[in-house]
């Protein structure tokens, strides 16, 4: 490494449990890419002054995760396909001194999907209505899912997602409205929370899994912790379950590559990725 590596990095708050920057430090010191990855906690009220400072310091990328993924488009100056269309970004390019937003959320989710189940045959029920639920509900759409359902409580963002979905994908999509009880509907292959419930101090998500249909796939977009209780109720359901390390992998690795060109290796990211998630756990 020199002494002036490249930049990046991640801008999100709470910012402590995110284990990102062990799997892309140990890709760049695996691909000998001279770069560093750094890990910031960024208040909502300072997300402007985060990429502005990002440019100064002649950062080439960085991540947007909760809660800045919308928010950040206005400090950007142009958007990729994938983020337009879906509203929402995660990942930042410098190009030519512009930022370019891309999304790469949903294409690591899929691929995480893709382990257990066909993303074209799914019948989806997504927890959520944030710039995650989007970015997923677009990609299965794309996909060729058969149906989905967006859930949340302010029904109206729920219904957002829905019109777009149905407009610019042919699957079927509609939404829910998110009350004190919440039921997966019975023709349901795969349900996804989208939400940041589930994180440490944040509550729990509130389903009702008594009764599931059969081969039902829960998935969980929170990496750290690993296996929520949101996941271990659902797999004492009989559901089988996918945490959120393979989308949180996938989608990092498809970072590197944009930012440097180099298709990292996943199974040294995924053994970072996980010696990370340990060591928070049990510092």
Same mark, same amino acid.
């Not at 059969?214 to 750290?224: E, K, R, S, T, W």
């Given at each position: 490494?020199?002494?002036l590596?490249?930049?990046?990095?991640?801008?999100?708050?709470?910012?402590?449990?995110?284990?990102?920057?062990?799997?892309?430090?140990?890709?760049?010191?695996?691909?000998?890419?001279?770069?560093?990855?750094?890990?910031?906690?960024?208040?909502?009220?300072?997300?402007?002054?985060?990429?502005?400072?990002?440019?100064?310091?002649g950062?080439?990328?960085?991540?947007?995760?909760?809660?800045?993924?919308?928010?950040v488009?206005?400090f950007?100056?142009?958007?990729?396909?994938s983020?337009?269309l879906?509203?929402?970004?995660?990942?930042?390019?410098?190009?030519?001194?512009?930022?370019?937003g891309?999304?790469?959320?949903?294409?690591?989710?899929?691929?995480?999907?893709?382990?257990?189940?066909?993303?074209?045959?799914?019948?989806?029920?997504?927890?959520?209505?944030g710039?995650a639920?989007?970015?997923?509900?677009?990609?299965?759409?794309?996909?060729?899912?058969?149906?989905?359902?967006?859930?949340?409580?302010?029904?109206?963002?729920?219904?957002?997602?829905?019109n777009?979905?149905?407009?610019?994908?042919?699957?079927?999509?509609?939404?829910?409205?998110?009350?004190?009880?919440?039921?997966?509907?019975?023709?349901?292959?795969?349900?996804?929370?989208?939400?940041?419930l589930?994180?440490?101090?944040?509550?729990?998500?509130?389903l009702?899994?008594?009764?599931?249909p059969?081969?039902?796939?829960?998935?969980?977009?929170?990496?750290?912790p690993?296996?929520?209780?949101?996941? #271990?109720?659902?797999? #004492?359901?009989?559901?089988?379950?996918?945490?959120?390390?393979?989308?949180l992998?996938? #989608?990092?690795?498809?970072n590197?590559?944009?930012?440097?060109?180099?298709?990292?290796?996943?199974?040294?990211?995924?053994?970072?990725?996980?010696?990370?998630i340990?060591?928070?756990?049990?510092?």
């Open positions: 490494m020199s002494l590596p490249a930049l990046t990095g991640s801008f999100s708050t709470p910012a402590a449990g995110n284990p990102t920057v062990a799997m892309m430090e140990a890709a760049y010191e695996h691909h000998g890419i001279d770069a560093r990855y750094l890990n910031c906690e960024v208040a909502a009220e300072h997300l402007g002054d985060a990429v502005r400072g990002a440019t100064a310091m950062w080439v990328g960085f991540n947007c995760s909760l809660p800045h993924k919308v928010a488009i206005e950007l100056d142009e958007l990729a396909d983020a337009r879906i509203g929402a970004v995660n990942c930042a390019v410098r190009s030519n001194g512009r930022w370019i891309e999304n790469t959320d949903g294409q690591g989710f899929l691929a995480s999907l893709r382990s257990i189940a066909a993303p074209g045959e799914a019948r989806a029920l997504i927890l959520g209505a710039g639920a989007r970015a997923i509900a677009v990609e299965l759409g794309l996909a060729g899912a058969s149906e989905i359902w967006i859930a949340n409580r302010n029904v109206t963002k729920a219904s957002d997602i829905a777009l979905v149905i407009s610019q994908t042919s699957s079927a999509c509609s939404a829910i409205e998110w009350g004190t009880d919440l039921t997966v509907p019975e023709s349901a292959t795969v349900v996804v929370n989208a939400t940041s589930g994180l440490p101090g944040s509550g729990d998500v509130q009702g899994f008594d009764a599931i059969a081969g039902l796939v829960v998935c969980d977009v929170i990496p750290n690993p296996d929520t209780p949101f996941l #271990q109720r659902a797999r #004492q359901a009989g559901a089988t379950t996918v945490d959120g390390r393979g989308m992998l996938n #989608q990092a690795a498809i590197i590559k944009l930012w440097t060109g180099v298709d990292p290796d996943h199974d040294v990211m995924g053994k970072a990725l996980d010696i990370a340990a060591d928070w756990a049990h510092p």
